[in-house]
């Protein structure tokens, strides 16, 4: 299961840090991949960012020296630490993970999601 939290309103230029508690027999394993993805309305699932179990990470070139994925060391928590926000990244943010190494931000390649936090940037 996963849950995220920490989602907001900010202004742009502004910060924000999300969470994601995750539970289950999948995050005692050393082959997990955890991600966060985004969503705007009519727009497609866009991979941000995503972490293994050995803290290698793979970032979208839109959100690159700007936003920080990191998760605690058993993997209880997965965090987005997003700093310098625009208004182009208002959306729906959503946590993900999957069994492997594979650093990719596909989301098909993903197994489990959380419900979502809202993150809406004003100009």
């Known amino acids: 299961q996963l849950v995220e939290s920490g989602g907001g309103s900010v202004q742009a230029g502004g910060s924000l840090r999300l969470s994601c508690a995750a539970s289950g027999d999948l995050y005692s394993s050393s082959d997990v991949v955890m991600a966060w993805f985004r969503q705007a309305p009519g727009e497609e699932r866009e991979g941000v960012a995503s972490?293994?179990?050995?803290?290698?990470?793979s970032y979208a070139d839109s959100v690159k020296g700007r936003f920080t994925i990191s998760h605690e060391k058993d993997k209880s928590t997965l965090y987005l630490e997003m700093q310098s926000l625009a208004p182009e990244d208002t959306a729906m943010y959503y946590c993900?993970?999957?069994?492997?190494?594979?650093?990719?931000?596909?989301?098909?390649?993903?197994?489990?999601w959380g419900q979502g936090t809202q993150v809406t940037v004003s100009s």
């Open positions: 993900a993970s999957k069994w492997g190494y594979a650093l990719d931000r596909n989301p098909r390649t993903y197994d489990y």
């Open positions: 972490i293994n179990s050995i803290g290698r990470t």
